[in-house]
């Protein structure tokens, strides 16, 4: 007989991230109240957010389910990310078709290893019947009237990007079937698929950023999209230089020439783009001196709204809306 669900909850989510909650020595009340009861300290804000991967829209049917649980909290942990916050507590929503026990060990492994690393606490939930899907709500903290927002840049501001957008999305494409390219060799095309199936939350870079960055933003629907968006939010328009992109060895061999438009529009990347004043650009490298991830510097903020993108001077011309969920192509 499959487990029920207060033995799915103990075994699976409640044992496992004990030690943790305990360590932590601010959840109160965690799992098996009505609801949690958390410890906010004083001069500090909280920082939530939620995001939903639903089976066939965010993820390939068959993605391994360890893969499935690390996804479901990065793509949350990055908003605490593009916020500047410190992760402290999350709650999962999980929604299954039938109870799979090897399905419920993997999403729990590759889901509380993440949470481990990032000493983010599980807290409560709720499981139901239903077509697959995963919720994750994160709670983050930040010093009052530090996090970092997305409507704060002004005209002038440069603009830099964390990382090699666009290998997400060459990567989910590997394994939705894409042929391989005939340049790739089989470690870039593994690299590329880790990269859609493991994104790396930029916490440390996010931290750092806080009084440094006039605005941020994390990258989930294709950087030229994303950087679209902090834009408007902030009431300016903004100029991306493509040659400036940093593009990885993979993702060039995968794409050769379309490459630069992966880079544009690729989604699930989960980087930071940010913003910082002209006057305090010389801060950046120091400050990023101890964070474990590249930044470049790939445009800049102009009064006139929306988004132009240059290569090498000519302006490129091509789609760069990023993923719409109920456009009619999304
Ligand atoms: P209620 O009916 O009071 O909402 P539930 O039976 O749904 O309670 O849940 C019991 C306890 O287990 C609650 O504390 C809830 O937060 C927690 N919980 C339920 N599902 C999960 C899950 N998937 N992961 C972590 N905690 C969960
Ligand atoms: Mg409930």
Redesign the pocket.
């Known amino acids: 007989m499959p487990p029920g669900?207060?033995e799915?909850?103990e075994r699976?989510?409640?044992a496992p991230?004990e030690a943790l909650r305990r360590e932590r020595g601010d959840v109160l009340l965690?799992?098996?109240?009505?609801?949690?009861l958390l410890q906010v300290p004083p001069g500090v804000q909280l920082v939530a957010a939620l995001d939903t991967l639903v089976e066939g829209r965010h993820f390939p049917v068959g993605t391994s389910p360890d893969s499935l649980g690390h996804r479901a909290l990065a793509v949350n942990l990055s908003d605490l990310a593009a916020m500047g916050a410190q992760p402290a507590w999350f709650?999962?929503?999980?929604t299954m078709p039938e109870v799979r026990e090897d399905f419920l060990e993997g999403l729990a492994r590759g889901m509380l290893r993440l949470a481990q690393e990032h000493r983010i606490a599980?807290?409560?939930?709720?499981?139901t019947a239903g077509p697959l899907s995963v919720s994750v709500q994160v709670l983050g903290l930040v010093q009052s009237g530090t996090a970092l927002q997305r409507n704060t840049a002004r005209p002038g501001d440069l603009l830099f990007v964390s990382g090699t957008p666009g290998d997400a999305a060459a990567g989910l494409a590997l394994e939705m079937g894409a042929a391989p390219g005939s340049e790739t060799t089989a470690v870039q095309q593994q690299w590329l698929r880790q990269r859609f199936l493991y994104p790396v939350p930029r916490l440390a870079l996010g931290a750092a950023l806080r009084g440094l960055a006039s605005a941020c933003i994390d990258v989930s629907d294709g950087l030229a999209a994303d950087a679209g968006k902090l834009a408007q939010a902030s009431g300016c328009g903004v100029r991306i230089d493509g040659e400036r992109l940093p593009v990885s060895a993979a993702l060039q061999a995968q794409l050769g020439g379309a490459a630069l438009c992966a880079a544009l529009t690729g989604g699930d990347d989960y980087e930071l783009c940010f913003t910082v004043a002209p006057a305090r650009v010389d801060e950046v490298a120091a400050r990023l001196a101890n964070v474990k991830c590249q930044v470049a510097c790939i445009g800049v903020l102009e009064e006139a709204a929306g988004v132009r993108v240059f290569d090498r001077g000519v302006p490129v011309g091509f789609d760069l809306r990023g993923y719409d969920h109920f456009s009619a192509a999304g």
């Open positions: 669900e207060f799915i909850i699976f989510f409640r991230a965690g799992i098996g109240d009505d609801a949690a709650l999962l929503s999980l599980l807290v409560g939930g709720d499981t």
